[in-house]
């Protein structure tokens, strides 16, 4: 989780300076942290090596956090939606807009709370 409370801060940082394709990898990558975290802490059944890939963690996450009601649906499909926006800041040489560079990074924020708030507490 403090890989992705980082990710999170330095999301932040990139929105404020205009960066949107840099908040918007960052976000991705707080959500992405959180995610294997929960799935760590929640003991799920996943195989270290489906763990490891970006598609992997997702449809791991989905199939035994979201699925079952351990997480909000919506929370899980901005997970999605993050990490489609990263692969255009990150490849497709287009700009991210503003507008969804601060939603990505206000769902990371929430997206990090909410798995701090289930699986981190203790």
Request: hydrophobic content about 45%; some cysteine; glycine content about 4%.
């Amino acid at each position: 989780m403090a890989k992705a409370r980082r990710a999170l801060a330095s999301s932040n940082k990139l929105l404020q300076d205009k960066d949107g394709d840099g908040a918007c990898n960052r976000a991705y990558y707080a959500m992405f942290d959180a995610a294997r975290a929960a799935l760590i802490a929640s003991k799920a059944p996943v195989q270290p090596e489906i763990a490891k890939t970006h598609s992997g963690l997702i449809a791991a996450f989905s199939l035994h956090l979201v699925k079952p009601n351990l997480f909000p649906i919506d929370l899980g499909r901005s997970l999605n939606r993050a990490e489609d926006l990263r692969l255009v800041a990150d490849y497709k040489g287009d700009s991210i807009a503003t507008e969804e560079a601060q939603w990505a990074v206000q769902q990371a924020q929430a997206f990090v709370d909410e798995v701090e708030k289930r699986f981190m507490a203790g």
